[in-house]
Structures are given as C-alpha cells and as structure tokens.
C-alpha cells in the first residue's frame, strides 16, 4: 500500500507541529486563505501519495531544471512524499528493460489512478523518427501511457503549445499533447520554463482537492495564469507615467523605467513571473533588466523579434502627459455637447415644418 504524505514525513523524523507549518505555507502558495489548512492537512494525512508517470519528449529539459529547484514547496517534499514519481526517465536510476517495466507495472496496478506528466512533445513527421524512446517514436510511448491516465499535465511550453520545435518551418511537425490526446483531461502548465513553484503548486491543489485546478479557456491553471504579468509589474508606475527605456543601458533603464518600448510582452503575457518570481523569489527577468518574452503564450517564437515593441499604445502619462489628458478629457466633453445641442436644433426644425394633423 502507497503510503499518505503525512507518514512519510513522520518516518522522516517531521514534527507534527513542522508538518502543519508546512500545510500553511502550501495554502500560502496556492494563495488560499489559513481556512484551507485544515482541508489540506486532512488530505495529506488521509490520502495515498499520487504515482506519477514523468515521460520526456523534444525539449531541453529546463522544466525538470526548474521543478528540482522549487522552494515553497520544496521538490523533494514534493517527489519524495506527495507525490510518487515512479518513473521519470531523466532523474531515476533504473535504465533500459528495468525503466520500461517500471512502467508497465505502474500503470497496471494503478490502472486509471495515475497522472501522466509530460514535458516536451511528439514529432509526427517521418512517423516520429526524430523522437526515439526505448526503441520506439516518442508519440506511441505519449500514447500507450495516456490511454490508463486519471490525468495529463502537460509541463512547459513544448508540451503545452509546441515552443520552439515546431516554430515555423516546423520541419518534424512538433505537435503539443493536446492535438494528439484528445479523452483524457489535459492541464496546461506553460513557460519556457514554467516557475517551478507553480508546477508544484499544481501538484499539491490536485492532491490537496482530488480534482484538477480550474482552468482558463487554453486550459492554463486560473490561480497562477490568470493575470497579465503587466498588472502585477512593478515598473507598471512607469508604464502609466509614460517613463520608457529607450535602448538598454540608457539612463532610462538605469533609472528602472519601463521596458515596453525595447519589447517587453508583459502586456499581453498571463504568468505569475511578477509576483511568485524566480528562485525562491529572488527576482524575475524583468528586475533583471530584460523585458518579458512572453514564453508562456502560444506562438511566442513565431511573432517576430523578442524586442520589437508590441504595438503603438498610447498610454496615457500620469506624469508626463497628464494636461494633455485633461485637455483631450475636456474637448471630448465639449463635442459632445455640441453634439446634442445640434440635434436638439434639428430636431425641433423638423416639429416646425411637419403638417398639422387633422383632428378626428
């Protein structure tokens, strides 16, 4: 029998008093309020670990880079005692026939019960042959595990929209899971790499509330994707104040202006970058001076330079352009009235000249 989350931190040599820190900071995370601990505790005390079947694809293996450096929760809480990361053909020391009947095994006894993670994609041209895993293309390994999985995260942006494997030409025809599975629920955890307090994250509310995470319409999990990370920004003053670096290393950017006009995509990019940041939320890229790449969208290596400027929005300057604003805010009040002071007049015209009507 797999044992709960709970047992194995007691057999660790955990306190009670440490596990339930450790229930508060998973809420925290998750941003629930401490009404959730309690629930969260009770699951990690009642429910069996969750196996988990790790399968890797076309990628660079940045989103098992990131997932190994989580800090809230820690990866190793999180593949040692929430979960059990039975086979994940990067990181485990079985090889070969050993690492395929690890495989076999697991989803014969947890037949329906296991979650299918899956970091890259398949490439479909040449049936597959530029993907090859224990002797086989990649797309009937992706296949043959998904048919018995309770569920599918679909890790990174390869997984999740094809990335830089199918940018155009896309000469393998690299292809996201979710337009070669089509039965099975699919979460979709983009970025390139995803934040690795997010995959966890995502980890722990579907242990946690046995259920997935709800979604937005590209099937993103809502509690991490759904803001722009432009609202969240904390150059966002800039923005508004019409304060932009003009070239890197001009003194607009030492000054930490906005980097929208050297291409920032925070404006149109869904992410929790902003506000979980980077390791152990140390800082982001766009703290770092680089402007959002907006590697968690669909397409984003096919719309064209990462630094040319979005489009020509005119932000109003609460600084810089405020009279301007007033001014354009009065002439539209004015047009207005004069609007409806000329139809007024025309419309009493039209009474004076309309025939009396006879009276019956």
């Known amino acids: 029998m797999v044992e709960t989350f709970y047992e194995v931190m007691r057999r660790q040599g955990i306190t009670r008093r440490s596990f339930l820190k450790f229930c508060s900071l998973t809420a925290a995370s998750l941003g629930l309020g401490p009404a959730f601990v309690p629930r969260i505790a009770h699951a990690m005390e009642s ?11 076309l990628e660079c293996t940045c989103c098992s880079e990131s997932f190994i450096r ?37 989803m014969g006894k947890y037949k329906g019960n296991y979650i299918l993670a899956v970091e890259g994609n398949p490439p479909l041209n040449q049936d597959g042959m530029s993907c090859i895993i224990g002797g086989k293309p990649f797309i009937d390994q992706l296949k043959h595990v998904a048919k018995d999985a309770k569920a599918i995260i679909s890790w990174g942006s390869c997984a999740s929209w094809g990335c830089v494997q199918a940018a155009k030409p896309n000469p393998t025809q690299a292809t996201p899971v979710h337009k070669v599975i089509f039965d099975k629920p699919i979460i979709k955890v983009p970025g390139c790499p995803p934040i690795a307090e997010v995959m966890t994250g995502v980890i722990t509310y579907m242990l946690t509330f046995d259920k997935i995470p709800e979604l937005d319409r590209q099937g993103r999990p809502k509690m991490f994707y759904s803001q722009r990370i432009h609202d ?8 508004d104040a019409g304060q932009f670096v003009e070239s890197f290393d001009d003194e607009n950017a030492r000054k930490g202006y906005c980097l929208y006009k050297v291409g920032c995509k925070g404006p149109t990019t869904y992410n929790a970058c902003s506000t979980v940041r980077w390791n152990d939320g140390t800082s982001w890229p766009v703290q770092s001076g680089h402007g959002c790449l907006g590697c968690s969208e669909e397409g984003f290596w096919d719309k064209g330079s990462f630094y040319d400027r979005l489009t020509n929005i005119n932000a109003f300057g609460v600084e810089s352009n405020a009279d301007k ?6 002439g539209a009040v004015g047009a207005a009235v004069a609007a409806h002071a000329a139809v007024s007049m025309l419309k009493r015209a039209s009474d004076k000249n309309e025939p009396a009507k006879a009276d019956h």
């Open 70 to 106: 989580s800090g809230h929760p820690l990866a190793k809480d999180a593949v040692l005692s929430m979960i059990s990361l039975d086979y994940d053909d990067t990181i485990m020391s079985a090889a070969g026939h050993q690492a395929e009947a690890i495989l076999d095994e697991v």
């Open 47 to 57: 429910k069996p670990r969750t196996p988990v079947l790790w399968l890797h694809g």
């Open 232 to 239: 969240k920004c904390y150059r966002r003053p800039h923005f």
């Open 325 to 330: 604003v007033g001014v354009a805010a009065a």
